[in-house]
């Protein structure tokens, strides 16, 4: 009998699944059941060996992103490109690679130009399923007897990856020829040896070339790394043991995350609405249709179904942004991946759990499906909404868990994330262009029986690591003046998400640097959509800068600095410094309208995570802690959780009886303050008839997710019992 | 299987279980029994004698009332059917300008008003907030959660309850009544 090609081997496992419900048709885990040691057994060491190529691989890597913040991502994948096990890391990418080795299998590049040892194939163009054009996906077939028995793959994310704007956050990029440069589905080298061609590119397209070409081979070196350390497994354990064992870890896992659902979830709908801001209007854009204010909605509904697999509908999602935050529909349903295995299949981190997902396709058109219909639409940064969006999964799942009792998995939603960029010349005469590390370490979010943690969680990768200031030091010409956790950042709740920081940075050692306050899934103009259980919010993201300060007047003079954002009726920074500009509650996104210079300061907050429960049920206990601490601020403590407290010689004190009391009057308070739900919708329904107080980013949002999907609008206008023709 | 003391379950709920503890119940096998062992403790804290079905949140859960399946506060105050969005029988105070939004998110922190609006679910009975919401105007409020209680009961724990109702969500039916 002929040999099937990957291709019919893929086609024929897709007809299995469909047919017998299990991946590749596995009624039976074979090598579990009979010999479950070994099962176990060998699943870490394929785990481990991926660990081995990160720890590798970033060592190899030459941008501070990878080296120094670990943000990279190795894997190990059955030949039809299933993700069997991954590393630490950037996790959200594990569905992208496992897709992108799916479409090259698709493409027939089995056929031309073939899959031969050695041989190294990358994409990070998301028309053809990447993400962004700064991740750079790359696999390699792994061969053995000249059969191809798995792949490796590696993703890494580069500091600058050539668009219009220095970087790798291209929120500004308006259209997908200002995305940087492209690797679309390419073979980049054989011989596990890049083509000139490729070096040649990378450095006359790209800002930090040696960066880049580090990076490249770092993933080079972790992905040999994989291959000849799985030739050391099958020598031990045997083909045919890994090809059937590699095959059920991924069932293995798709039956653990549907056994999770039904065991610890509840059938039914869930519904979240959420939304995400970028306001640009006013500000240094780079073309005339980039002027403008944008809201993106991003509804999700879920169906637990009664077999316990889950249905997924994007539709209400609004249209395509003329800035760098469209995704295509691939990189969403990876992040999803992500989350879902953080929340649901996290036993075996692998393809399986995502198998039980049937995902409608967003509507083309929209945010999360752009090409169709805008083929020129940017994805700079296309893990902005989706990051807001994998932060309802933690939601709505926590509320599942506490539905069925395991109040020990329950979490509230994520932090949101503002990246920090930098580019210029620094101390050391080199251009730099790139990323800190700032972001990757937010507060985790609220438990149902704990806050969170500070600085200690990042929602799109495990590796939480905000990486030392020193380092950060040596790359960018900044001083941090302060790295300090920052107060009232983890929402109001029962149980508060854990605290964000805030970096304050003085300018030294440059003839100008460009901050680049960027959009990686930040609220600036409105408050996330998290008020999980009564909680409110955390505040919106609003970081400070002075340009052409007095702080070198202020050192001289041995004068108090900055060192903190201070409260947030009295920043530090307008309280402390003069400056011909300064912003005390910059709206973000933005790039700095003039190159910064010596002595100028950034006061960039990363965001705390989200909170559950009534403010005023918080444990009081807690609350006294907190004013020690210097963690919650008198006026939320006072007017948020109805605490009583006096300040002694330095301590503060709660009065449990009169804080009690004080809660009392809350409760009543809110009762006569607010109204009957139908007093409300009746005066509100003419309000939203009338537009009244609506900015038109909310306008044109809600007009373009209405016109992309039927049903959603059909729903709005029927909840405001407006008139079937009524538009926004 | 893991099996866990009631009263290990009750500090957990409250948030006294010590970490330890709390780390072992996460890194153990789920135990079948949590859900009933849930209701029972839920149960035992409340002052009105109707079953609870399901905890929809910490402080709102599905009972059982003479047929019907109703919505009902730790306190006692009701929502009417689960099928129709509970917050339609709140009490709701929405923040929608500079000054109320400033009581919560002052100076630096306050959010644009004509981008969005926090809206706050506020129990008739008790003043517990029972939700926030920070969404555009225009925003249905979310109906966080209809559950298949039939498929639930009947598939998944295996003892159907004594009637069936349809899986539907009835909320638009209510605002249909409240337009004539």
Known sequence: MAKLTLKQRMQAGDEAFAKTGHLFGLEELACKEGDPGTYEAVWHILSNLCNTAWATGCKVSSSPIAAEGGDALWGLHTPTGEAICISRGITAHAGLLSDMIKNFIRAGYEEFPGFKQGDIFENNDPHYGGIHSPDFDMCMPILYEGEIIAWASAVSHVADAGSVTPGSIGFLNPDCYSDGIPISMEKVGEGDRFYPWYEMRIRSRTRTPDFVMGDARGRLAGCITIRERLYEVIAKYGLEFFLEASKEYVEDSRRYAVGRVKTQTVPGRIRKSQFKDLAMKGKRVLMGKQDKDCLFSLPMELHINADASVSLSLAGVSGTVPFGENISPTALKSGLMMGYSHIIGFDMFNSGPIAAWDIEMPPAGSWANPFEKDFQAASGVAWAPAVTWVSNLYEVFGRLFQMRGFVEEMAAGSATIMTAEFSGVNQMGAYLAGLTLEQASNGSPARGYMDGENSAWCIYTPEADFGNAEIAELYYPILFIGRNTEPDSGGYGRFRGGLGHTAVWMIYGTPGLEYQCGDAGMRSKIIVNHGMYGAYPVPPDRPSYAHDTNVKELIDAQQPLVHGRGPAEASEISERVKAREMEVAAIAPFVTPEPLQDYDLIVHPIGGAQAMGDPITRDLSAVESDLNKGWVSERVARDLHGAVFECRDGEYVVDEQASQARRAEIREQRKSRARPFRQWWSEEREKVARKENMSTAVTDMWRSSMELSDKHAAEIRAFWSLPDDFTF | ?180
Not at chain 2, 2 to 9: N, P, R, S, V
Not at chain 2, 61 to 77: N, S
Not at chain 2, 123 to 137: F, I, K, S
Request: with cysteine; aromatic share 10%.
């Open chain 2, 1 to 180: 299987m893991a099996e866990f003391l009631k009263e290990d379950i009750e500090k957990l709920i409250d948030g006294v279980l010590p970490w330890p503890a709390v780390q072992d119940m996460l890194k153990s096998p789920k135990d079948p029994g949590r859900f009933d062992k849930y209701v029972e403790i839920l149960q035992s804290r409340v002052d009105w004698s109707e079953t609870i079905l399901l905890p929809l949140t910490p402080q709102l859960y599905i009972v059982a009332k003479q047929g019907e399946r109703v919505v009902k506060c730790a306190c006692g105050q009701e929502f009417g059917d689960y099928r129709v969005n509970w917050k339609l029988s709140s009490l709701i105070n929405v923040r929608e300008d500079e000054e109320s939004l400033a009581e919560v998110y002052p100076g630096r922190d306050l959010p644009d008003p004509t981008w969005m609006q926090v809206r706050e679910y506020i129990c008739p009975g008790c003043g517990t907030q029972l939700e926030v919401e920070a969404v555009p105007r225009g925003c249905p409020p979310d109906f966080e959660f209809l559950p298949d209680l039939d498929v639930f009961y009947r598939e998944w724990l295996g003892r159907p309850l004594p009637d069936t109702v349809e899986f539907t969500d009835k909320t638009l039916e209510l605002i249909a009544e409240w337009s004539k």
